[in-house]
């Protein structure tokens, strides 16, 4: 049982340049969520889904695409990377219910220079 | 925003108690209070979680007032291994369970040897 599991772990990307985050979860978890972390801060909320074939927008959606094709992947897409979304991103993964605990990836280091 | 407000640090002597301040004061009557801890950029790692009555599982305590305004997350004997920082949460119970998790700055809390 791998848990959550996001690939690549570090990428660095030239300004312009596009990518796609995947963030697979084998626990047949029902949520997904993407978050980025930049030095000194906490956690913000990019995109997340309630279901496949479903998305919301977070705190900070701005630049970010998300797909839920699959229940058990979550991809995050940057179209055009900007030097501003250097950071660290992270995916989380819960079942349906009110107190369920989040389970998080080890994240990836994703630098734009 | 973030409806918490923890201490940006503290340091906690191994062997003794760590309790890590929370206060909460705008919290409602259906908003559960939920902890965190993040490892060393690792993603976070949930705790404990709860409403009004104290709480306890393997890993802490976490004691609510009795006007539910602030909370104390307990670590009882601190280890090397303790050391991260740790997220106060506030989130409101809902069926479907698909409220997202907000996360403020948290606390550093270092355990010294």
């Known amino acids: 049982n791998a848990g959550v599991t996001q690939t690549p772990k570090f990428r660095v990307l030239k300004t312009g340049q596009s990518m796609t985050l995947l963030c697979a979860q084998d626990?047949?978890?029902?949520?997904m969520y993407w978050y980025r972390q930049d030095p000194g801060m906490g956690l913000r909320l990019i995109h997340y889904?309630?279901?496949?074939?479903?998305?919301a927008k977070g705190e900070v959606p701005d630049g970010y695409n998300v797909s839920r094709l699959k229940k058990q992947n979550f991809l995050l897409g940057l179209e055009s990377a900007a030097p501003s979304q250097t950071s660290v991103y992270f995916c989380?993964?819960?079942?349906?219910?009110?107190?369920?605990?989040?389970?998080f990836g080890q994240g990836t280091r994703l630098t734009v220079v | 925003d973030a409806k918490t407000t923890q201490p940006p640090s503290m340091d906690c002597a191994e062997g003794r108690a760590a309790n890590l301040p929370c206060n909460h004061s705008?919290?409602?009557?259906?908003?559960?209070v939920y902890w965190y801890r993040q490892i060393h950029s690792q993603g976070p790692q949930y705790i404990i979680h709860g409403l009004k009555n104290n709480e306890t599982n393997e890993m802490a305590s976490l004691i609510i007032t009795e006007d539910r305004k602030s909370s104390t997350l307990i670590l009882p004997h601190a280890t090397l291994r303790d050391t991260a920082v740790y997220y106060c949460i506030v989130r409101p119970y809902d069926l479907s369970g698909n409220t997202p998790l907000v996360f403020g700055k948290g606390t550093r809390l270092s355990v010294i040897a």
């Open positions: 626990m047949n978890h029902e949520y």
């Open positions: 989380a993964s819960r079942e349906v219910g009110g107190n369920t605990e989040a389970f």
């Open positions: 889904s309630v279901g496949e074939g479903t998305t």
């Open positions: 705008t919290i409602s009557g259906n908003e559960y």
